[in-house]
């Protein structure tokens, strides 16, 4: 079975810092998917990012950019230019094609992110 | 275009009752997800059902039952309710075949908070 460990429970920064939140995970697939979400206070789960295992090169979407070490078994998530709106509870998720569901995910436990003015 | 939009969004149950909740997907989104979150176990992943059928199921007790109906919006029932099942319950669609075979990308409602008291 697959885990996901997010080390950092709570983290803050300041607005237009740059962030880095961690995740490490566990399988012995060689093909699958990770992700960010972000869920705001109150607010619903988003997507924030998304990396296919099989491409060596990073993704990135505008502030939002990912470290993905295969090696490793890491995939952190950088936030440039924190904005206020940033603040929300961040889950790193893995997903793979395997168990007959491409739509099962394994989420961490989460990382509360404050950006503070 | 409508989002995912899960019903009621409260409710309130006492122990040993049932409780069916609602989920509409994104339209033509045809898998369903449903994910239970609390303060402990965080997000864990209940059932996923592709085409009226159960492709997955995480590990829950038999009290936890889905189903999906032909035109995709699926339904969740919790039997007998213990006061463990207090929780937000999430339902996910996705859409097959988007972007890259099996690339899972799950879109969120904003849940359902089920207190059980």
């Known amino acids: 079975a697959q885990t996901v460990t997010q080390s950092q429970p709570e983290m803050s920064v300041q607005e237009a810092e740059t962030v880095t939140l961690s995740c490490t995970y566990d399988?012995?697939?060689?093909?699958?998917?990770l992700f960010w979400y972000k869920q705001p206070p109150s607010r619903q789960m988003i997507l924030v990012i998304r990396?296919?295992?099989?491409?060596?090169q990073n993704a990135t979407e505008n502030r939002f950019s990912v470290n993905f070490q295969k090696a490793a078994k890491s995939f952190s998530l950088k936030i440039s230019d924190s904005q206020l709106g940033d603040t929300a509870m961040y889950f790193c998720?893995?997903?793979?094609?395997?168990?007959?569901?491409?739509?099962?995910?394994?989420f961490g436990k989460g990382t509360l992110l404050t950006v503070n003015p | 275009k409508a989002g995912v939009t899960q019903t009621p969004r409260y409710l309130i149950k006492t122990r040993g009752q049932q409780v069916t909740l609602s989920c509409s997907p994104i339209?033509?989104?045809?898998?369903v997800s449903w994910y239970q979150q609390t303060p402990g176990q965080g997000l864990q992943f209940l059932f996923e059902?592709?085409?009226?059928?159960?492709?997955n199921k995480g590990n829950f007790p038999g009290r936890f039952s889905g189903r999906q109906f032909s035109n995709s919006r699926s339904e969740m029932n919790v039997s007998t309710l213990e006061l463990g099942d207090s929780a937000l319950y999430l339902c996910?669609?996705?859409?097959?075949?988007?972007?890259?075979?099996?690339?899972?990308?799950?879109?969120f409602g904003a849940g359902s908070r089920l207190t059980v008291l």
């Open positions: 990396q296919e295992a099989y491409k060596q």
């Open positions: 996910a669609s996705s859409l097959v075949g988007q972007s890259h075979s099996g690339a899972n990308v799950l879109t």
């Open positions: 339209s033509g989104h045809r898998s």
């Open positions: 998720a893995f997903g793979s094609n395997s168990g007959g569901s491409n739509y099962k995910l394994t």
């Open positions: 059902y592709f085409s009226e059928t159960q492709r």
């Open positions: 399988t012995s697939e060689n093909n699958y998917y």
